[in-house]
C-alpha cells in the first residue's frame, strides 16, 4: 500500500463532498467515479459498494441535496466543517465554523502558498480531504500522521448527523465509505486520531 494511492484515494472523496459539478454527476452516472475508488480502497483491504447516483438531471439539481445535507436552514442538516464537531468548541468567538480547526487549517494553507475556495469554510471536509491528500501524494508521512491526529477523528461524528437528514443517500454513502477509509489507513499506518464528540 503506497502512501500515494491513500492521497489518491482521498482527493477522491474530497470531490464526492465539494460542491457538486457535471464532472462529479458524470462520474457517478457512468460508474467511473466508483471504479477509481475501489481501485485505490482495494489496496487498504477493502471495497465500497457502487455508490447511489441521485435521481437528478443536472448539476444543479444535484447541488439541492449538497445544501440540504449540508447548509438546510430547516431541518436536520450536518455541518461539513470540523469546527462544528470538536467538543472543546463554543462557537462564541469566530462563530460555530470557526474554531481552532478551521484557524489551524488556514494557516496550513498559507504557508503552503494555496488559496482556501472562498465558499468553504478553511476546515471544510473536502479540503481536510484535499489537503490529506497532498500530504501523502508527497511522501510526507510523518507530517500526515500529526495532521491526521488533530483533523480526521471527526469523520464518525459527521457521518452520523449525515443520517439524521432526509434524501442523503449519496452523502450518507460517501461519508461511510470515508470513515472506512480512515480506519483501515490508521490500521494499515498504525495511526491514532483525537476523538471527538457529536455537536
Do not use: K
Not at 489496496?43 to 444535484?62: I, K, M, Q, Y
Amino acid at each position: 500500500m503506497t502512501t500515494e494511492a491513500v492521497g489518491e484515494l482521498y482527493t477522491l472523496l474530497a470531490r464526492c463532498f465539494d460542491s457538486p459539478n457535471d464532472e462529479l454527476l458524470d462520474a457517478l452516472q457512468d460508474g467511473s467515479l466508483h471504479d477509481q475508488l475501489v481501485e485505490r480502497s482495494e489496496r487498504l483491504g477493502f471495497s465500497p459498494e457502487r455508490p447511489p447516483t441521485p435521481a437528478v438531471d443536472t448539476a444543479g439539481e444535484f447541488r439541492e441535496h449538497y445544501l440540504s445535507t449540508f447548509e438546510a436552514f430547516d431541518g436536520p442538516y450536518a455541518a461539513p466543517a470540523q469546527s462544528a464537531y470538536e467538543q472543546w468548541w463554543d462557537g462564541r468567538q469566530g462563530g460555530l465554523l470557526g474554531g481552532p480547526a478551521a484557524t489551524d487549517m488556514r494557516e496550513r494553507y498559507d504557508r503552503a502558498g494555496i488559496d482556501v475556495p472562498d465558499a468553504y469554510p478553511p476546515d471544510h471536509v473536502a479540503v481536510v480531504l484535499e489537503y490529506a491528500g497532498l500530504l501523502l501524494e508527497s511522501g510526507q508521512m510523518q507530517a500526515y500522521a500529526d495532521f491526521h491526529a488533530d483533523h480526521m477523528g471527526w469523520f464518525s461524528a459527521f457521518q452520523r448527523q449525515i443520517e439524521e437528514t432526509e434524501g442523503a443517500e449519496f452523502y450518507q454513502w460517501a461519508a461511510s465509505v470515508l470513515v472506512e477509509t480512515v480506519e483501515q489507513v490508521e490500521t494499515a499506518f498504525e495511526l491514532t486520531e483525537r476523538q471527538v464528540t457529536e455537536p
